[in-house]
């Protein structure tokens, strides 16, 4: 498996900090809408602890919403304790629609995706997550990162920002991390760190800075350089947050 070298990266950190604005609007994202209709399903058809919610391609059509916001939804209200989702099984509600949802989940739900603190969240679960991926990886998620990473390669190649491997290698790493509490709290967000991402990699110069800093972080991974691979993510993620705040 080629890697580069193990060393900071010059293009990681050679843009000054600027300071994040908070937008005086929250907008609600799609999937909390989701969330909402959700709740009114469960109210409407009265079911309660134990019972088994419809199968996932039957509920986005009785709810008309894509299955995408769907999973987005369900996946905040796992986080919330309101739902369990047993592979293979079904989607079992674990109490009442109407119960309090616990405040961090619930911030962590609603939050705006580019509210500061929502990325100040994102950049601490995700290089603790490359903390875990050094610890943890697997052969195949080595392969799964090195994929990712020729994945954002080829994009860039071909004209584009790499947003889809860019968004392959963050969820590799987070597989590796091998960490069910960590991976629900990251997909909550999933929504708001994939507009950050975007946003990021539309400046120019930054896709190719980004995956520079994928490969580096990849190298940490590799040799199971823990500290240093939550160091270089955290690094990696700072940045891109302060430049979608340009965007």
């Known amino acids: 498996m080629p ?48 019972d088994r919610l419809p199968p996932e391609r039957q509920l986005a059509r009785q709810l008309a919403v894509s299955r995408t916001s769907l999973r987005q939804a369900l996946t905040a209200l796992r986080v919330e ?32 995706p580019e509210l500061p603190a929502l990325g100040e969240v994102r950049n601490a679960l995700e290089a603790l997550a490359a903390w875990g991926a050094a610890l943890r990886r697997s052969d195949d998620d080595l392969a799964a990162m090195v994929a990712s990473v020729r994945e954002m390669e080829q994009e860039i190649a071909e004209g584009g920002t790499g947003l889809r491997g860019d968004r392959a290698f963050h969820r590799a790493v987070l597989s590796a991390a091998c960490n069910e509490i960590l991976t ?14 975007r946003a990021s990699l539309s400046r120019p110069g930054q896709p190719e800075r980004s995956v520079a800093a994928h490969r580096l972080i990849l190298d940490a991974i590799l040799v199971r350089e823990a500290h240093l691979a939550r160091r270089l993510m955290s690094d990696h993620l700072e940045l891109t947050g302060e430049i979608s705040t340009q965007a």
Do not use: C, W
């Open 3 to 50: 890697t580069s070298n193990l060393r900071r990266s010059g293009s990681v950190t050679d843009i000054e900090p600027t300071l994040a604005t908070t937008p005086r609007y929250r907008r609600v994202p799609v999937y909390a809408s989701v969330q909402a209709k959700l709740r009114e399903f469960v109210r409407a058809e009265n079911l309660g602890p134990g």
């Open 81 to 112: 304790g309101l739902v369990d989702i047993r592979h293979g099984h079904g989607i079992f509600l674990l109490r009442s629609a109407d119960d309090t949802i616990p405040p961090i989940a619930a911030d962590l739900a609603t939050a705006h």
């Open 184 to 197: 629900m709290l990251l997909d909550a967000i999933e929504e708001g760190s994939e507009r950050i991402a």
